[in-house]
């Protein structure tokens, strides 16, 4: 029988590994190892695994160094694409976020040999959640219905990943849930939060625990899809370099979240002037971090020519308008199809926004 070494109290697998950190900022991190003898496959190429590991390192640094007090992250996403094959000697990677969000960050690191030859392009996306030491203890309440054992959330296929999530994160998700339909049933003014809370299986103190008004509650549902699309479109425009190709990636990705979200979009737009104003502001807030992503890859594309020189405050919040017209005016798109008036728009945006060469 093989007998494992034991592990070290204090082991750090970066620095098994042999990770060196070069740099680390907030918006860009750096760091090499070098590929030793037993780090090669039959093939004397690198193995994949080490080139995967360089990425995780350093963008899992650059997540911990964006973290909001008292949270941690962990990678629930990870794609690598292999370019060439790495030999013996240093390799070095450049991690930079696509997106840096309340709930989720998605980072993209290029890893090169000492000829700056691209090997590989890892893309990840980190979940964000409270630590041990900080967030709530489990809620008997919450974590099992009046009378019985049985969880209020029935097991899923989804159940190990919801793992992760941190309780607050869980009990916030069982709430929207619960109000969501009441809501888009009844309307925002005529719900209670008694209402949501016998809807849930629980007491309204134990709603209250996780949200601090019905307000609170609507902005938890824009929240759960508004920060989906981000990530979405974030991951979307991190696959190429090319301004024009970003910002089709980012129309497809926004229209399939648009298609996806329809009824909690269109009740945002009928319950917003519901809202307190200060939570107004704050779903105000996050909705322009999405016009942002636009506003970034036209700037971009101007500075490389690929676009007209363009007021893109304005254009980038056209653009979201133009997508939620699939959401907002069904009646006039549907016999169009989803796919027709995608194509639609972006051919649009795109002869418009143009530059004179390509016009």
């Known amino acids: 029988m093989i007998q494992a070494k034991p592990v070290p109290d204090e082991f750090d697998f970066d620095d098994f590994i042999g990770v060196e950190f070069l740099s680390t900022m907030k918006d860009r991190i750096v760091g090499r190892l070098v590929a030793r003898p037993q780090h090669l496959t039959n093939g004397e190429r690198i193995h994949g695994?080490?080139?995967?590991?360089?990425?995780?390192?350093?963008?899992?640094?650059?997540?911990?160094?964006?973290?909001?007090?008292?949270?941690?992250?962990?990678?629930?996403?990870?794609?690598?694409?292999?370019?060439?094959?790495?030999?013996?000697?240093?390799?070095?990677g450049v991690a930079v976020p696509l997106h840096i969000g309340r709930s989720t960050m998605v980072w993209q690191t290029s890893i090169h040999d000492e000829r700056d030859r691209r090997l590989a392009v890892v893309q990840q996306t980190q979940i964000v959640f409270e630590s041990e030491q900080t967030k709530p203890p489990a809620d008997p309440v919450f974590d099992t219905v009046a009378g019985g054992d049985a969880a209020i959330v029935p097991p899923t296929a989804d159940s190990e990943k919801s793992k992760t999530r941190s309780t607050t994160e869980q009990r916030r998700a069982q709430i929207i849930a619960a109000a969501f339909p009441l809501i888009s049933r009844k309307g925002f003014a005529q719900t209670s939060v008694r209402e949501i809370a016998q809807a849930v299986g629980v007491s309204v103190p134990a709603i209250y625990k996780y949200v601090s008004n019905k307000d609170e509650i609507l902005e938890l549902i824009y929240q759960d899809y508004i920060s989906q699309?981000?990530?979405?479109?974030?991951?979307?425009?991190?696959?190429?370099?090319?301004?024009?190709?970003?910002?089709?990636?980012?129309?497809?990705?926004?229209?399939?979240?648009?298609?996806k979200h329809q009824s909690k979009i269109r009740l945002m737009y009928r319950e917003t002037r519901s809202l307190q104003p200060e939570v107004r502001d704050r779903v105000k807030k996050q909705g322009q971090q999405y016009i942002d992503l636009f506003q970034e890859i036209l700037e971009e594309g101007i500075a490389s020519g690929a676009f007209r020189n363009i007021d893109t405050?304005?254009?980038?919040?056209?653009?979201?308008?133009?997508?939620?017209?699939?959401?907002?005016?069904?009646?006039?798109?549907?016999?169009?199809?989803?796919?027709?008036?995608?194509?639609?728009?972006?051919?649009?945006?795109?002869?418009?926004?143009?530059?004179?060469?390509?016009?």
């Open 49 to 92: 695994g080490l080139i995967v590991a360089l990425a995780e390192a350093l963008a899992g640094r650059g997540a911990g160094l964006n973290l909001p007090p008292g949270c941690g992250t962990t990678t629930i996403e990870l794609k690598t694409n292999f370019m060439k094959p790495g030999h013996l000697g240093p390799i070095i």
């Open 229 to 259: 699309t981000e990530t979405s479109v974030a991951v979307a425009v991190g696959e190429t370099r090319d301004p024009e190709e970003k910002l089709r990636n980012a129309l497809d990705a926004s229209m399939a979240q648009l298609d």
């Open 313 to 359: 405050k304005l254009v980038a919040s056209l653009i979201p308008m133009l997508c939620e017209v699939w959401t907002l005016r069904p009646w006039s798109v549907d016999s169009i199809g989803l796919e027709n008036v995608k194509e639609g728009i972006i051919d649009l945006v795109l002869k418009g926004i143009g530059s004179d060469e390509h016009t």
